[in-house]
């Protein structure tokens, strides 16, 4: 099978263009010895089918950042039959620059022309045909969001890849041309493949060419001393910079012809002076953010009922079809579109479990036999199954963000503010990504330079409440808003994300001052233009998803529920017994006290201890938390309210509160640890891959510490309201403790004497 490999800049479409041409087949998993992101998948509709691989997006093949490296060897070593190089239509000049590098490796070549719609729609013209005969390289006019020229972009390349090609340069005639030469006829006369690329690189002082190349490295130091006055002063890497823009500027550009316009701004531009304001640009942002956490997690359209006077007054007399059309009425009125797939994903398993315990029941299968597959394999699939859909919707909204363009934007606004704290904008892109998944986060802050910056980033990523922990806050703040009237659900859950944000700026500014201090690395980034997102590519993102979740539910967290209804309902001698009894009584009692300082310790009636299993099995994929409360809920003889049907998260904790007693309090700093503790396996193992050697144990003593503390602050807080100035008091002189040692005002360190220590 042919392969073809994708590679362009960042936000030049090229992932858009996968999309269109794998479709379902696409699939996602690590490029071999590194954690960053492979996609492959199969181009059919040719004469035979063509694998394609998805490059990192990169600017050059410079061994700056691992995704030029992952680039540059899959093109040298892996040999792909051809290498289609999307560039930006909108920004030739600057996407041409990686075409000028790709052109001298000896591999067959198109270049796709992206976008061409906008260049069309601004009134620009680009000449395809002449820049193809400047470039010597077939060149097909696409836009991948439109998908056309697709198909012709796809034959253009498979015809290409049927001959072989030498690569060539655009620094032939330049004052390097000489050694250039002189180091590819060495190289070549090694045997060594792509001369031309290495020749180039080596001159350019490239430091894994000059690893692998020291005897031809000798050449171009040489070389080097003819430019000793030169304005470059014998920096060849800017000089074969700042030929391949002089050639690109002289001949490629040619070939764009732009349309005469009054100096106006774009639509992008005017967006922007909005949504980038200095003063409303954060603002802004926070209410997108609660916007979609209302959208997501609200039961109600709460300003278009108060304005339109919605109300739901649409009972049959039929419960089924009255249950069915509860699914999109609140009884404020119109549901919101998580709180529709809710009901709707509810109705559905309900009417499963229904089923499944009369099955069991007319069949007369034992006892233990129905409480397992009832209570514990149904009742903890249930609970998750029925937030999957309130989960993906949330993922939609913040896919059409990034595609839209808009979460760059707020990177870019986050700068100013996070560049105060110790970090750079570009750490806030893999940190938004933990509201969908810690997993892909964590990889993405290999995009950082500065390993303190990763090491940090990789802590707090976990603070950025990831879709697992959605229906922990989702099922705990509509408990609390249930039983305490004046309290919003959907506020509530707002508040808490922001409150995770909050604290991963707060420990990001503490590590700066302690145990990570340094720079803050500059941080230059592209904004691209603001666009629709593409309903195909949306759902394939969330296609993505929900397989990610589909897997988790039916191996990890049925495996999960499994364990703890035996735990909960044997005892140590393998009998069945009550929960006062069981196994998993007797651990969870064994550890409570641990957590009496966040509330939910010794201070709890004896059925307290489940908070503590819940948290200790999140700990394997946080959507546990959700299923052991579905398992042990009937184990302690909890009873769900009528009105949750036992599908809802939030009956399920307003039950566990009225049989454990837990306030309000301990209840929000049991979701606060949650938040802000080690993640699932699958989060930490990333985390871990992606921590410098043996550094890994302290991210998990932070998580551990930082958790326990907060949580037990938060419920001291709010519990007794008076401990605020002596709280507010400690932190203070923790801080200006900091700070001044810093500034070198307090001395403070330890030296080992003598197998002593001592203090200076």
């Known amino acids: ?248 500027s002289a001949n490629f550009s040619t070939a764009v012809e732009h349309a005469k316009r009054e100096q106006t701004l774009t639509k992008s531009d005017r967006a922007d002076k909005v949504l980038t304001h200095r003063i409303w640009g954060i603002p802004i942002f926070l209410v997108v953010l609660f916007a979609i956490f209302h959208l997501t997690f609200g039961e109600d359209l709460l300003y278009l009922n108060a304005l339109f006077g919605f109300a739901q007054d649409v009972a049959t007399g039929n419960e089924t079809l009255d ?72 993922f939609l909204f913040i896919s059409i963000l990034e595609d839209s363009g808009y979460m760059a934007r707020v990177a870019f606004i986050l700068d100013r503010a996070f560049r105060k704290f110790g970090l750079s904008g570009r750490a806030f892109i893999p940190m938004i990504m933990g509201f969908g998944c810690s997993v892909p986060a964590a990889i993405n802050t290999r995009t950082l330079a500065d390993e303190k910056e990763r090491v940090m980033t990789n802590r707090v990523i976990p603070f950025f409440t990831c ?14 808003a249930s039983l305490y009237t004046g309290i919003n659900a959907d506020l509530l859950v707002f508040g808490l994300y922001v409150f995770g944000m909050a604290m991963a700026i707060v420990m990001v500014a503490f590590m700066r001052q302690t145990s990570m201090r340094g720079e803050v690395a500059p941080f230059i980034m592209e904004l691209p233009a603001y666009h629709a997102p593409q309903f195909r590519n949306l759902m394939l993102h969330l296609w993505d998803k929900l397989k990610h979740y589909i897997k988790k539910a039916f191996t990890i967290i049925l495996a999960s529920s499994i364990v703890i209804w035996f735990l909960s309902n044997f005892s140590w001698s393998w009998k069945m017994v009550s929960v006062e009894e069981s196994i998993l009584y007797d651990i969870g009692a064994f550890v409570q006290w641990i957590c009496t300082p966040m509330g939910f310790g010794v201070q709890l009636s004896s059925f307290g201890w489940v908070f503590v299993v819940a948290a200790v099995t999140g700990l394997i994929a946080k959507e546990n938390v959700i299923a052991t409360f579905y398992v042990l809920a009937p184990a302690i003889g909890a009873l769900i309210p009528a009105w949750d049907d036992g599908e809802s998260g939030i009956g399920a904790v307003v039950a566990l509160m009225e049989a454990t ?21 699958a989060a930490a193992a990333t985390v871990r891959a992606e921590t410098p050697k043996g550094k890994f144990k302290y991210t998990v003593a932070f998580w551990i510490l930082t958790s326990f503390v907060t949580a037990s602050l938060v419920y001291v807080l709010l519990s007794w309201w008076w401990t605020a100035p002596i709280v507010a008091a400690v932190l203070a002189l923790v801080v200006v403790f900091f700070v001044l040692r810093n500034r070198g005002k307090i001395k403070f360190s330890f030296k080992k004497k003598r197998g002593t220590q001592a203090r200076e």
């Open 1 to 248: 099978m042919l392969k073809f490999a994708l590679a362009g800049n960042p936000n030049c479409g090229k992932t858009t263009l996968f999309n269109a041409l794998t479709g379902s087949t696409a699939h996602v998993g690590n490029w071999p010895g590194v954690t960053v992101d492979k996609r492959e998948g199969t181009y059919k509709k040719l004469s035979a089918p063509v694998a394609i691989v998805d490059l990192p997006g990169i600017y050059s093949l410079s061994p700056y950042t691992p995704e030029e490296v992952i680039s540059r060897n899959y093109i040298l070593d892996e040999k792909p039959d051809c290498v289609i190089n999307i560039v930006d239509a909108t920004n030739l000049e600057r996407n041409l620059y990686l075409t000028t590098q790709i052109m001298e490796i000896d591999v067959p070549m198109v270049v796709a022309l992206n976008m061409i719609d906008v260049v069309k729609k601004s009134g620009d013209k680009l000449d395809a045909k002449k820049l193809e005969q400047k470039i010597g390289l077939p060149v097909v006019e696409i836009s991948a969001l439109r998908e056309e020229g697709i198909a012709r972009l796809m034959e253009c390349a498979y015809a290409a890849a049927q001959a072989k090609r030498a690569g060539t340069t655009v620094l032939q005639g330049t004052a390097l041309s000489h050694v250039i030469d002189d180091v590819k006829i060495a190289l070549k006369g090694k045997g060594v493949e792509n001369p031309l690329f290495h020749a180039v690189k080596l001159t350019e002082g490239d430091e894994l060419e000059v690893v692998n190349h020291p005897d031809e490295m000798q050449m171009v130091e040489e070389f080097k001393k003819q430019f000793a006055d030169d304005v470059f002063a014998g920096d060849f890497e800017a000089m074969v910079a700042d030929a391949r823009y002089k050639y690109i």
């Open 323 to 394: 249950a069915f059309v509860a699914v999109f009425y609140s009884s404020a009125g119109i549901s919101t579109p998580g709180a529709i797939v809710f009901n709707l994903m509810g109705f559905v398993t309900d009417q499963i479990g229904g089923g499944i315990a009369a099955g069991l029941e007319s069949a007369g299968a034992a006892p233990w036999a129905q409480g397992l597959v009832n209570e514990g394999i149904w009742a903890g699939l249930s609970g998750i199954l029925s937030f999957i859909p309130q989960i993906l919707v949330l």
């Open 661 to 681: 007693g837990i306030t309000w309090q301990a209840l929000l700093a049991f979701t606060v640890f949650n938040m802000l503790t080690v993640p699932c396996f």
């Open 467 to 480: 879709g697992a922990k959605a229906p922990i806050l989702a099922a705990v703040c509509g408990a609390i």
